[in-house]
């Protein structure tokens, strides 16, 4: 049996993110355009290339390849109401419920346990899919992800920084298993 091979990939950085407010359907701060095709030859063909809906995750998919397609468990969170806005201004009562409580969702869109268990059940999905994947996407959905492989409890979920553009590869073979490789 083939194993599968999951190559999460973070979405390019924001204007949004660089003044630390909540995501919105905004575009990358970059000439992605430009860009376009500068990271294809990172992954061997073949490859299934997928990507989140939002502006952000289809631009960044745009730097490895010209056939992405558009997965929705790859959305980034709901944050209802906090859409756009900055995290200072935020009321820190909700803010601090949100961030220990992963079943709250003060701003009225998902929680924290809605998006692991969206994207468990994408994982679970995976484990008969064979090859590999590029997925870009968000930094929830990679969290939510190494959640999942890693078995780790809900309370770990902030604990996990990913960067934009980083990568985070997982496998599939009888069970998953988080890879770290190096590029030297």
Known sequence: MQATRLTLICHAVTPLQKRGFFPDDESVAMDWQRAALSLAGRYKKPRRLLCGPQARTRQTAGLFGRDAVVEDALR????GRWKGQDVGRLPSDQLQEW?????????????????CARVAQWMQSLETQPG???AITHPFVIRAAMLYVMQFPLSMFYLIDVEPLSATELRFNGVWRLRLETHA
Request: charged letters at 15%; a negative charge; proline letters at 4%.
């Open 132 to 134: 590999h994947i590029v």
């Open 99 to 115: 961030l220990t409580t992963s079943a709250s969702a003060p701003h009225a869109g998902e929680s924290v346990d809605q998006v």
């Open 76 to 79: 980034d969170a709901d944050f």
